[in-house]
């Protein structure tokens, strides 16, 4: 007895965002509203707070402020490629300027160093797949980035009496 299959269901662009990238999109957006929130909160302190932290905060705040836009819109065009310079160059500068950052920890370097060396290797490799069309491994490395160098790095500003948990909290 033949049967009338049902249709296949459409599939969706491949490129679109999936549902992790809609919650590290929704993750980037409340650390970005966390962090404005904070600085808001130690507006008395501004004039303490070295130039190197301004520097770090502000190209910080450029890629988090980026990637919900990055992960959520259309991808592969050329509006994609040239926020994902900017976003490429805000994760470098980001990266290099906290290695001028260490006075969270007496002078010397912490935990958090680590994913500076990461993010110094791994953007590279990132903006590369990008460039040579390995989208697959690119979609991996923007969301291990993600992840890790904004977003779990972005947690650990707010705690163990950091500039910015300090002005949040205190």
Request: aromatic content about 12%; overall charge positive.
């Amino acid at each position: 007895m033949a049967t009338i299959a049902d249709p296949l269901p459409r599939r969706s662009n491949p490129l679109d965002a999936d549902g992790y990238e809609r919650v590290l999109s929704v993750a980037a957006i409340i650390l970005f509203c966390v962090v404005i929130a904070a600085l808001a909160r130690g507006y008395p302190y501004w004039a303490k707070i070295p130039s190197a932290i301004w520097v770090h905060l502000a190209t910080i705040m450029i890629a988090v402020a980026l990637t919900p836009v990055m992960l959520l819109r259309r991808r592969g065009d050329r509006p994609h490629r040239r926020l994902g310079t900017i976003w490429v160059l805000a994760m470098i500068a980001t990266a290099l300027i906290s290695f001028t950052v260490r006075n969270a920890n007496h002078g010397h370097f912490s935990f958090i160093h680590i994913l500076s060396a990461w993010t110094l290797v791994q953007v590279p490799i990132l903006w590369w797949a990008a460039k040579t069309h390995r989208i697959v491994r690119h979609r991996r490395s923007v969301r291990a980035m993600v992840t890790g160098a904004l977003l779990i790095a972005g947690f650990f500003t707010f705690p163990f009496n950091r500039l910015l948990g300090q002005f949040l909290f205190g």
